[in-house]
């Protein structure tokens, strides 16, 4: 049974990574900001798929939430790589595009985990 749970977890963080690291890495590096409407509908699509998983009952609450909200920091994480590998002078301030990528990311996981745990309790 865990490893079923463990699976749709994988499926999803490739999934979350997906939907926020394609438009995400088609943006130029000065964009300002991240507010981009592909980036928009990738945080939707994040918040439903961590409400699936939530709503599952297979994994537990706590690892719902923690690889879920990895998958946009982990976007940008890749393109920190690939960036830095060809100008090692680029993204000096990383660290910061990391946090803010967790917060991002939370603003989408944490509705949909308190939505998928709603509904998880009310299916029992």
Sequence with gaps: MAGRGTLWLAFGFVAGLLLMGIPFWQLPYNHQG???????????????????????????????????????????????????????TDHNLWPFELVYGFVMSAMAVVPGLLIGALARRLGR
């Design 34 to 88: 991240f507010v981009y409407p592909g980036l928009i509908i990738g945080l939707a699509g994040l918040g439903v798929i961590t409400a699936g998983l939530a709503a599952s009952g297979q994994p537990s609450l706590k690892r719902v939430f923690w690889t879920m909200i990895s998958a946009f920091p982990a976007a940008i994480a890749i393109r920190v790589a690939v960036e830095v590998a060809k100008d090692p």
